[in-house]
Structure formats: C-alpha cells, structure tokens
C-alpha cells in the first residue's frame, strides 16, 4: 500500500492569511502553497489579490471553492506535504472530509465572536452547531487540536468539550 | 465563582514572580557596587513597567518602552546609574531581538525581563555581562500576567456593549480605557513594584554569600550571560536564514571580527546598506515600477460629511487606544468602536442610528495597528456613504473590515515587527553597547517615524482610495524587493552583532609530551570569535532542525555554563 502523505497543515481561522500565519506559522513549517478553501473568497478576485499580497514570497495562494477543493486537495496532488489549507469554519472542514479528502490533525487556529458562538479557547469561538460538527469529525478519526501558533499553549478539543 | 478564580490567579501570579526573582537572584554572579531599591523607586519600576503596555504612548508603549533596551536606560535613569542600565537593557534586549508577538500570542516578555531585570541586577550589584541569565526566566513569567488580562478584559467590552445600546458615544470610548487600565496598572504595576523591591535585598544578601561560598558559580553565570545572546540571535536567524541569504551573515559577522570588534556603527550601516542594495540591483528582475508605495487609483471626490480633521481625530483615538481594551473575546473590538466615535458623532445624528453604529464597531476585530489602519479609512469613507444615503449594509461594511484585517496583520507584522523593530533595535543596540547614549534615542526616533508616519499616510490613503488602497499601495513588488533588502540587512547586522553580544571561550588545555596546548588560542590562531560563531549556528540548528523549544534551550545554556565552570583539580571548561 503506497502511503499518501499528509497535508502540511489544516487549519480553520476566519482571518485566513494573517500575521501569526505569515510570521509564525510559515517559518516553522516548510509550505509552498496556500489553499484557501472559501466559496465567498473563491468568487472574490479582489480578496484574492489582497490574500496574495498578505502571503511570502515563495508561497503561491490559491483559492477554491468547497467543490474545487474537493477535487484540488485529493490524494494525487503533488507535494502535499508542503500545502496549507485554511479555511473560515468547521462546516467547511466536514464537507472536505465527507468529500474524501482525508487529514488526520485538524488545527483551529481562531473563530472570533459573534451572535449565537460562546468563547472556548483564547480567541476561539464556537455555536453549538460548530462543535457538533468538531466532535462528528473527532468520532471520524480526525484529531483536532486549537492552537493559535507554534509554542503557544494548545488544547485538544475532544478533552476540552467533554 | 469567576471573582474566585480572578483571585487565585492574581494571587499566584504575584508569588510565581516573587519565587521567581528570589530563585533568580539566588544564583546571581560578579559582584559590583550595588544600587540599594527603595520601596518607592520600586513602584516606579513597577509604573514603568505597567507604562510600556499602556496605551497612553501614542503606540510607543509596546513598540519603544517595552522593548529591554529602552527599559535598562529608564531604569538605569532613575537608579542613578543610566551608562550601566543602558548596557544591561542592551545585553537582555538581545535575546529579545527576533521576539515577535501575533495576533495575541506573548512567547516571553521582553518588558518583564527588561524593567524586572536591570533593577535587580542594579540593585543587586550585578554587571551587564551577568544581567541575561537573571533576566531571561523573568521574562518567562510575564505570560501568566498576559493570560489573565485577556481573559478578564472581555468584561469591559460587555460594558461598551451596554453603553451602546443607549447611545452613549462617549461612555463607549472610556470602557475602551477608564476600567481596563485601572485594572492593568493593578496587575502589572503592583506584583513588579513587590519583586523588584524584595527581589533586589534577596539579591543584595545572597551574593555576599555566593561570593564567600561559592566563587566558580559566578564565573558559570558570566558565561551563561553572553552564551544566552547566541540564543537571541539565532531565534532571529530563523526568519533570515532563506536560500542563500546566510552568505551576508557571514560575511558581517567576518567585518566585525577581523576589526576586532571595534568597528563604529556608521561604517558598518552603509557596508550593510550598499550589500543589501547591491543584492536586490542583482535578483531584482524586469521593469517593475521602483517606487515603494505606488500611489494611484482615484481619490474621488471625499471630505463631503466629514473633514480632514474627523478622520485624524479618528487615526489619534485608533493610534493611542487600539490595544487599551484588549482581550481573546473581541480582540481590538472596542479599541475600533473607540476610534470610530469621533466619525459617529459626525455622521448621525438621532439615537437609533448612533446606537446602531457602534454596535456594528464593537464586534471581534484584530489587525496591526500600523498598516491595518487602511481598514478604518476604508470604513470611514463606507460610513460617509451611507450617511449620505447610499445603500451600504451592517453586512457590507463588516465583510470589509473582517476579509481585509488578517492580511493586513499579515503584512504588518512582516514589516512592523520583523522588520522595522529589530533593525532599528540592532542600531541601538550597537550604539548602547560603545556607551553612547543616544542609541535608545535613536532606536525610538526610527520607529516613531514608522509608527507615526506610515501610519497616518495608510490611515489616510484607506480613506480617499477606498479598498483599492489596499493593491494600489502593495503592488508592483515593491514591498517584496525592500523585504528582500531588509533580509540581506538584517542578515549582515546579525553576523556584526554575534561579534559584539556574544561570548564564549574555554579554559581547556592539554599536554602533549612536555608542550602545553591552550585549546582558547589554538582557536584564536584559526579564526578570531570562533566559539561565539559555531554557537550561534548550533543553536540555530536546535531550533530549526530539531525543533527544540527556545526555553529548553535557556535552561540548558544556564545549566552546563554553571556546571561547566566548576573546578575539577584546578580545570574547568569554561
């Protein structure tokens, strides 16, 4: 059996590219490539722009919808070892995974506040609906952990909500 | 039940930092002429140390006042002895030089370890060249104090919210400071002013002690101190060495090196300058426009409802306050409400509105103070708008300021904090290491000149341009040639202060047949600094290769540095 190699990191923040991202995170690890999967970002050129400037040099930024994530992300993509995949919400993180694309560390690294989502972890947020949908993926197999950046203090979330 | 908590952990972070100096300043070395703290300059400490993360600096707390360099000085300043705080700010600063704080993550406190650290070792009676190893567990402790603010400020923003919904554009702007800072001055200046004060007797009673009983520990903390300022520079090396970039820290640190050290920082600012130019002349490709900030796009017609002068009244509120109220719930939620009262006050008129209006501000917001202030011009203009009448939704102008503030944090802090901050820090530094005064000076004229400048411009330029401010300002590549530059700079900087900060030699011999071999000169005869260099980089290659924790590192360093300098037969390492 030919193992298939992890996505470098999955990780749900609703502020996509920013500074613990491209200063903390990209110098830790090794990524050539951001995935931003967003049906709202992928229709937007502008966002795009604004999302490629915020990225490194070296670091191509890509945006796709859920569909278009669904077929980018698979097993056959080229070094997926070194791709990032960032996304708003949990939702979209289930729908990857029902779409058959397989991680097995999910990293949420920021949700803020808003109607109807209760404070967690830090500056991490949730709905009820949200953490369902967390705890369905951690029944799945998938290890979801909030952490804003390397070095700082983390939380498994499946200890945290029980 | 919350009160209960708050308590207990006010409680223990106060002892943890007392246990802390007191475990620190038992093992304190080099005894020089101490400096006794009085119970009132060790409130000033405490006060300074709480004014570094105050917002009351126009942003000059937390990029200037908190920074170890400029803390030693003021320190120093007050207790009488401002070369000696100056170069002891300048030896902890090193640690902190690549210390990078995003999107409200703490790793360490640089201020702590600053204020905390030169008044004990002033007051203790400790040289410079032992300051680092006392101060760099200090600076461990400030996270506690940090947790527990973010986490309680978030009752001061329900507070806001309160005033919101009856309209009290005033009554929003001081929950964004009156309570949080009363509450900060508590929890920052108080446990501070008690360990500084029986933190520095401790120290003062146990080195007569150290040094009658235990006279090789000493030497062990000396050493410890300027192995620890590899420790700084390597942690900074992680963002600078890319591709072939390391060739430039090799090279400054050789010019430094074969100078002996003694080198003048203006020399060696246009050597560095003219490498990296040269660097960017060479890989810069095709015919890209060379200016910096294109300028472009058009400014439209603006200034209907408001003026020049509103708009700035709201970049002074968002300069000063952004951080004021700044906890995991809402981020810089209220400082944003904050700066948009001026602006509010303007544009509506009865209660409905104003109250809608800051209620659409008070939501979680967070970006970089400097360059993210784009997303409150953009705003602004979205508010004028639709106080004229056009049809901008709560949505609208919500999507605007949430898609637009993680990049623009992203940018900013490649620029503010990883950029700007530590080459302006490396040249005062430098400068405070040959004594001379003006190196804290210059560092804070450097990065007001950003802070206040660039930030005002990008404020403004948010306003008139509308989001396109945001492409026309970064495109062209522009940005990506000076980050190039600022790399090769900080690179050669780098190897140049590895030179200056950094110390390490062994008193290892042996005997061949009747000669003896002195291991220190042997090395000396191959290449002058040697030692400092190879631990640089295998600090460099801990951090990086093996991903082992910065602060396994400090606590390895302090260990077989004190270990190591004990005689055996006369014979240590170190």
């Known amino acids: ?162 | 039940m919350e009160r209960k908590k708050l308590a207990v952990s006010l409680v223990i972070s106060v002892a943890l930092i007392l246990i802390g100096s007191f475990a620190t300043a038992h093992a304190a070395p080099l005894r020089q002429e101490a400096q006794p703290v009085s119970l009132f300059m060790a409130f000033i400490v405490g006060v300074m140390y709480y004014a570094s993360m105050s917002p009351f600096f126009a942003n000059l707390g937390f990029t200037v006042l908190y920074r170890p360099l400029v803390a030693g000085t003021l320190v120093g300043l007050l207790m009488g002895r401002p070369i000696e705080g100056m170069t002891i700010g300048a030896n902890i600063n090193v640690l902190y030089l690549g210390w990078i704080s995003a999107g409200g993550s703490l790793p360490g406190d640089p201020g702590l370890a600053g204020y905390l650290g030169t008044a004990l070792a002033l007051g203790g009676g400790l040289g410079s060249e032992a300051a680092l190893a006392v101060a760099a567990p200090l600076g461990l402790l400030g996270g506690l104090t940090w947790a527990l603010r973010m986490s309680t400020c978030s009752i001061f923003a329900h507070w806001a919210d309160a005033r919101a919904e009856k309209a009290d554009v005033n009554g929003v702007a001081k929950m964004n400071y009156v309570p949080s800072q009363i509450w900060l001055f508590i929890i920052y200046a108080i446990p501070v002013m008690l360990a500084a004060y029986f933190g520095s007797q401790a120290v003062a009673s146990a080195l007569g002690w150290i040094g009658k009983n235990l006279g090789w520990a000493m030497g062990g903390l000396f050493t410890a101190s300027g192995a620890l300022a590899a420790l700084g520079i390597a942690l900074n090396l992680r963002f600078l060495f890319k591709g072939m970039l390391p060739a430039y820290f090799f090279i400054g640190f050789l010019v430094m090196a074969l100078a002996g050290g003694s080198i003048k920082l203006l020399p060696l600012a246009i050597i560095g300058l003219a490498i990296a130019l040269l660097h960017v002349m060479f890989t810069s490709k095709g015919e890209e426009g060379l200016s910096i900030f294109a300028s472009g796009g058009q400014a439209g017609e603006k200034y209907k409802l408001l003026t020049k002068k509103d708009v700035f009244a709201s970049f002074v509120r968002w300069l000063f306050f952004s951080h004021a109220c700044y906890n995991w719930e809402r981020m810089q939620g209220v400082g944003f409400a904050h700066s948009m009262t001026p602006v509010i006050k303007k544009l509506y008129k009865t209660k409905e509105d104003i109250s809608a209006a800051l209620k659409r501000h008070l939501v979680f917001f967070n970006t970089q103070p400097d360059i993210g202030g784009v997303v409150h011009g953009i705003t602004i203009a979205m508010e004028e708008e639709r106080a004229l009448g056009a049809d901008i939704s709560d949505e609208a102008i919500n999507s605007i300021k949430t898609s637009l503030m993680g990049p623009m944090a992203g940018i900013g802090d490649t620029i503010q904090q990883g950029i700007v901050i530590p080459i302006a820090l490396a040249i005062g530094m430098s400068m405070a290491l040959q004594g001379n005064f003006l190196g804290p000076i210059v560092f804070a004229v450097l990065v007001a000149a950003f802070v206040w400048g660039v930030g005002w411009w990008i404020f403004q330029q948010g306003y008139l341009q509308g989001r396109n401010a945001v492409t026309n300002i970064l495109k062209g590549g522009a940005l990506n040639r000076v980050i190039t530059a600022a790399q090769v700079l900080g690179n050669f900087v780098l190897g140049a202060l590895t030179v200056s900060f950094v110390s390490l030699s062994t008193k290892i011999k042996f005997t061949i047949g009747k000669t003896t071999f002195d291991l220190q000169s042997v090395l000396d005869g191959l290449m002058p600094k040697m030692l400092p260099l190879l631990l640089v980089l295998l600090i460099w290659w801990l951090l990086e290769k093996k991903k082992v924790s910065p602060t396994k590192i400090m606590i390895a360093i302090i260990v077989i540095a004190v270990l190591g300098s004990y005689p055996i037969r006369g014979f240590s390492i170190f």
């Open chain 1, 1 to 162: 059996m030919i193992r298939i190699a992890e996505l470098g990191l999955v990780r749900i923040d609703d502020r996509l590219i920013h500074g613990q991202v491209v200063a903390v995170w990209l110098n830790h690890i090794r990524v050539d490539r951001i995935v931003i999967v967003d049906d709202g970002v992928a229709k937007d050129s502008f966002m795009q722009d604004v999302l490629r400037l915020a990225a490194p040099p070296g670091v191509t930024v890509d945006a796709r919808t859920v569909q278009e994530g669904i077929a980018t992300l698979g097993d056959d993509m080229p070094n997926r070892e070194r791709v990032m995949v960032l996304m708003k919400s949990p939702k979209t993180a289930r729908q990857l995974f029902d779409g058959g694309i397989r991680f097995s560390n999910l990293n949420v690294g920021g949700i803020g506040a808003g109607p109807g989502r209760k404070s967690l972890f830090k500056n991490i947020s949730m709905s009820e609906e949200e953490k369902g949908i967390l705890k369905s993926l951690v029944k799945d197999g998938v290890t979801v952990t909030l952490q804003t950046v390397p070095g700082e203090k983390t939380a498994d979330f499946a200890s945290l909500v029980k």
